[in-house]
């Protein structure tokens, strides 16, 4: 469903690529005991010819070492020609805090860089992407 460059963006992780992607989602079953969607809600809306939007206002369950924690959250996919190109998660509905969204550009690319440091460590641990159920 992504495209293979396609990318995905929360305040932690910045993962370019598909199989980056999969790392970041293999990587919430290794962190968290429990995660799941719990509620949602979608609106799809076309920006042009074969460009959609898609929003999904949700509440997200996870557990974490026996506690339970509760968070909304607006997740945004960017699609072209049927397939994901980006996709932001904002916890707490709060824009991802970047270069175009802080006041001072260079904390903004900072933060960037540390995303993708984290994904890139991610990434790593995950296997490359691999599946962990095929290993």
Known sequence: MYAPNASFEDPLTHAQ???????????????FGESKIVEYH??????????KEILID????????????DMISLIKLYVENGKIVRHEDWWDKK???????V?????????EMGRR??????????GFGKDPDSQ
């Not at 440091?117 to 995950?126: K, Q």
Request: glycine share 8%; charged share 20%.
């Open 58 to 69: 949700n509440k997200q369950h996870y557990k974490i070492m026996g506690r339970n924690i």
């Open 95 to 101: 824009p991802l805090r970047n270069r175009d969204t």
């Open 42 to 51: 979608i609106q799809e809306s076309e920006i042009s010819p074969g460009k």
């Open 117 to 126: 440091g984290l994904m890139l460590a991610t990434h790593a641990m995950m």
């Open 17 to 31: 690529g598909v199989k980056q992607i999969k790392s970041a989602f293999y990587s919430l079953a290794k962190v």
């Open 103 to 111: 006041s001072f550009p260079l904390v903004g690319r900072v933060m």
